[in-house]
């Protein structure tokens, strides 16, 4: 079947939306379309078997101990049935019954096709088709469409049903990058992942298991089917994915039924919480998960597997911040790579689609640098491929492919590709919501071309490469996050501001507390004892209190404005003071700590403050350096820090190790600003074109 026979039964199909405008929107057209096409094909598939089913059908009816589905199956010859004597051409034929019979017709079908149809939301649709008086022409409609096998092949039928979710999601493109990836962007990362399978793509018989974690409507998995069987046709292609939202699910379970492939292997739930496939291994993984999407509602059971599974589990390497759950679906999905055997056989390749944020967001020892960290200490990323902007329809934010495998060829292992495929693209004709840019033919053609070239030069170190290719080592991208530490210089001085901390201290208002409370026996118990005081008591207690303060205040009021270079002499002028004045001299680390902190000011010339003999670090001053992997780190405090402050020093139990990789840093081309003298030039221009302006105006 040609492809102008496609198209054309995709318009038959869609030209039911001449019928419904008016009574549906636009992008409504799909919830009606899609679910009729299904309907029409599986009628089309079981037709030959009517007759045989509805024998078994027979032979079991009042055999309630026997479930007869499994005969049911095997009657039909496929893995659903319909055990109505009814057709969408008899129900059409009696208008007045349509809705009733239409209901009837659809829940005599097995359970795993009934699923699909109520997905679909598909009895609010007869409701809503019945009340407009559409219902039966709708039907009449899809009754003269041909989607028998013996005319519409399986494989075929995949296109014309792609088709329509393409239109289906072009309509309501203010929402379909949710659960649709531009089928330009899918084959370049079909290119990418399954490329490199030479055995999948030449070898008679071979036998691939792919699986998509996110898989919305099913236009990766059919990609990545259709790319080998178009490479080798006597391949066996199994395709299995999971998705959340109920309508993009019954879409891509559709497409599997209609196809022929086992519509049991698209599971329906959340991917985090409740895995179908997790104790399945599959030889090619490939996703495009929601940016940007927090992961709050299955928060309890990731968070419980991360810290209860470790290694057993999913999660053990680390956990993203709570508002993206990208990282999530890539440590998801590297669980289900196939090891790889003592021979070098099996493993997995996988590619996954993301924004620049798992690049690089946080910092060392951070969930999202542990998860690169573990990646590329595993040697798992093959490579990067940055795309242009606007590619998605519901962001214009540059993405980027990650590849990865844990079969990396012996001269490749330890390295990573990065290539920069930002300047391969072409502007639409229309816009369709964000997407403003597209992947021609031969875009896609360079980039996978330049790819497999760049794969090769990691290998082969006197390949010549190329501009938009870098490859670099596993380590260039993990760093050591160091603590650079000052000491803590004090001068001490007595000021009103100073002298108003020290006596709002906790420890000063504790010794107050002590010397004015043993005078009233009876208010001391109850604050003692910490009972509620009457306003009456409060009042006195803090009468008291401030007494005791003032004392201590006045008695220090004679050193006002002076200034002492070290603690020690500033305690013992104060202490002289406060004795002299007939008082007790506080006494305890509370105090001493309270006193430096409220007398002491930073200077840069200050006295260095000590804690068991060695500098106390200055928490205002410290500072961070990242320093690459390797590296060492006295030598780089010496080197870039030392000239500057001579007395800083790294505190070594703080050190860190991070991962990021800052693509875009690597491929930065400086471009120097333009000459004055040419700015000069243009602005004079910009002002005698204007003066023309202003002249022609006011003739």
């Avoid at 088709?129 to 519409?152: C, M, R, S």
């Avoid at 596993?474 to 100073?498: C, M």
């Amino acid at each position: 079947m040609n492809s102008s026979k496609h198209t054309e039964l995709a318009n038959h199909a869609w030209s039911v939306a001449d019928l419904l405008r008016g009574d549906y929107r636009q992008h409504d057209y799909g919830k009606v379309i899609l679910p009729f096409t299904v309907l029409r094909r599986l009628e089309c598939v079981l037709e030959p078997t009517r007759e045989k089913v509805a024998e078994t059908v027979a032979e079991y009816k009042g055999q309630e101990d026997i479930d007869p589905d499994y005969w049911l199956r095997e009657a039909s010859g496929h893995s659903f049935y319909n055990t109505s004597d009814l057709t969408l051409r008899k129900i059409a034929n009696d208008p007045k019954s349509a809705a009733t019979n239409l209901q009837i017709y659809v829940s005599a079908f097995s359970e795993n096709a009934r699923e699909v149809l109520e997905k679909y939301e598909f009895a609010q649709q007869i409701k809503r088709l019945d009340g407009a008086d559409l219902l039966y022409q709708v039907i009449g409609k899809f009754t003269d469409l041909d989607l028998h096998p013996e005319n519409v092949p399986n494989h075929n039928m995949g296109y014309i049903f792609e088709e329509l979710i393409r239109r289906f999601a072009e309509q309501s493109n203010e929402t379909a990058g949710e659960h649709f990836t531009p089928r330009e962007v899918i084959k370049l990362m079909v290119n990418l992942l399954i490329a490199p399978d030479g055995d999948a793509l030449t070898v008679p018989g071979a036998v691939r298991t792919i699986m998509d974690p996110a898989c919305g409507t099913g236009g990766m998995l059919s990609a990545a089917e259709d790319f080998i069987r178009d490479h080798n046709p006597d391949a066996t292609v199994e395709v299995y994915g999971q998705e959340l939202n109920p309508e993009s699910w019954a879409i891509c379970r559709s497409d599997l039924m209609i196809k022929g492939q086992d519509p049991e292997h698209i599971a329906f739930g959340n991917s985090f919480s409740d895995p179908a496939h997790r104790r399945e291994k599959f030889d090619f993984l490939l996703a495009n998960p929601p940016f940007g999407v927090e992961w709050k509602k299955v928060k309890d059971e990731v968070e419980y597997e991360h810290k209860n599974l470790g290694e057993a589990g999913r999660f053990a390497a680390g956990l993203p911040r709570i508002n993206d759950g990208s990282l999530l679906f890539l440590q998801h999905m590297i669980s289900m790579m196939k090891p790889v055997d003592a021979k070098g056989g099996g493993g997995s390749r996988i590619a996954i689609v993301f924004n620049g944020s798992p690049l690089f967001t946080g910092a060392a020892g951070s969930g999202e640098s542990e998860i690169r960290r573990w990646i590329l200490e595993n040697d798992w990323l093959e490579g990067i491929v940055a795309l242009p902007d606007q590619l998605f329809y519901n962001t214009g934010i540059s993405t980027y492919f990650w590849i990865l495998t844990n079969k990396k060829a012996p001269d490749h292992k330890g390295k990573v590709v990065l290539l920069d495929a930002r300047d391969q693209w072409q502007k639409m004709r229309k816009s369709l919501g964000d997407k403003r840019k597209e992947l021609g033919k031969d875009h896609i053609k360079v980039v996978t071309e330049l790819y497999a070239e760049a794969v090769q030069a990691a290998a082969d170190p006197a390949h010549p490469g190329h501009a938009k290719v870098k490859v670099f080592d596993n380590a260039a991208f993990g760093y050591q996050r160091i603590t650079v530490e000052r000491p803590l210089k004090l001068r001490f001085e007595l000021t009103e501001e100073t002298l108003t901390a020290l006596t709002a201290s906790k420890p000063l208002q504790k010794w107050a507390e002590e010397r004015c409370l043993p005078g009233v026996p009876e208010l001391a118990a109850k604050v003692k004892a910490r009972r509620k005081l009457t306003d009456e008591e409060e009042d006195q207690f803090k009468s008291l209190l401030a007494k005791e303060l003032t004392l201590f205040a006045d008695a220090l009021k004679p050193l006002m404005g002076t200034t002492w270079a070290t603690k020690s002499e500033a305690q013992l002028a104060l202490k002289d003071g406060v004795v002299g004045a007939g008082l007790i001299w506080p006494t305890g680390a509370p105090f001493a700590k309270a006193f430096r902190d409220t007398i002491g000011l930073r200077d840069s010339e200050g006295e260095v403050q000590k804690v068991k003999g060695e500098p106390e670090p200055d928490t205002e001053l410290r500072d961070y350096e990242n320093v690459p992997l390797g590296e060492d780190v006295e030598k780089f405090l010496k080197r870039e820090v030392h000239p500057h402050v001579p007395d800083a020093w790294i505190d070594h139990t703080k050190t860190k190790i991070g991962y990021e990789i800052p693509f875009t840093r690597h491929f930065y081309v400086y471009e120097p600003p333009r000459p004055l003298v040419e700015i000069d030039a243009e602005l004079k221009a910009l002002e005698a074109e204007i003066q023309s302006l202003l002249g022609a105006v006011t003739e």
